[in-house]
């Protein structure tokens, strides 16, 4: 199947599941599971590229592994938590922005749906790669996937444990990798992309594959990431977040200037 033909799909499908989790979303009142269905239609993206793709068998099957293993557990982990916990205050304050027109929601999913399409890109261009066998840049895609998503898990379970405390309510999470990065989810969230770049090395359509770390980049930097998590901080913790923003990284991990947990 051609490269763009793998994009149109994916979006259509995209577009469908979105519609429909819209729907559900909007009878039970929580814009959170966009969230959920938006990693789980990657995971389906993923495997979808590795099942079309034009290129050989290891790099197609590698990018199916790669991204189905990475959009299963990020949705599994985010369906856990939006089934436990009230609607993210990102989406409260989405909500009161913007109101509870169902019309202006279903674009907000299809936009979603089109993100899903834009980072199938790198899906498909890792796809497309030449390899009669395993060389040593196919090796560092693997080395670079499992550190990104064993890091990505231990930051969530590192978080998840630290809330799951009752001692900790109210309290910012300074544990483990959270010490080191605001953010350690997304750093490497961010690096998991690399492993696609390299997986096209040598494949035509290696270029497009930059588009994961470089959009993944600016979305987590500018637009969806960061700013809009850390505005929520801000309104629910106040001062102790904004020293928690002087103290600490925002994205790359890195020693803090000061690790004080018991002062917030």
């Known amino acids: 199947m051609s490269f763009w033909t793998i994009i149109l799909l994916t979006w259509i499908g995209a577009a ?11 009878r039970v009142r929580n814009a959170g599971w966009v969230d959920v269905a938006w990693a789980g239609l990657m995971a389906l993206a993923a495997m979808f590229a590795g ?12 990018v199916a592994v790669f991204g189905g293993v990475w ?10 938590r939006v089934l436990r916990e009230p609607e993210d205050g990102r989406y409260q304050a989405m909500r009161a922005a913007i109101g509870g027109s169902p019309l202006r929601w279903f674009a907000f999913f299809q936009v979603q749906a089109l993100i899903v399409a834009l980072f199938a890109i790198p899906f498909t261009a890792a796809a497309s ?13 693997v080395v670079v996937w499992i550190v990104a998503i064993g890091g990505e898990t231990l930051a969530d379970r590192q978080l998840d444990a630290f809330r799951g405390d009752p001692a900790n309510k109210g ?3 300074r544990a483990g990798l959270w010490a080191w990065s605001r953010h350690p989810n997304y750093f490497f969230e961010w690096v998991h992309w690399f492993a696609y770049v390299l997986l096209a090395w040598c494949g035509p359509y290696f270029w497009w594959s930059l588009l994961g770390p470089v959009v993944m980049f600016a979305f987590l930097w500018r637009v969806s990431g960061i700013p809009w998590t850390e505005a929520q901080a801000l309104r629910s913790r106040g001062d102790a977040y904004r020293r ?20 917030n």
């Open 171 to 173: 309290k910012l999470c």
């Open 16 to 26: 469908l599941g979105m519609a429909a989790v819209w729907a559900f979303s909007m």
């Open 71 to 80: 959009g299963s557990r990020l949705c599994l982990h985010l369906m856990h």
């Open 244 to 263: 928690y923003q002087r103290e600490v990284s925002a994205f790359f991990p890195w020693p803090p200037k000061a690790s004080d947990p018991s002062s």
């Open 129 to 141: 790669g030449d390899a009669d066998g395993i060389d040593p840049i196919m090796l560092l895609a």
């Open 51 to 62: 099942l079309a793709g034009e290129g050989d068998e290891m790099p197609r099957g590698l």
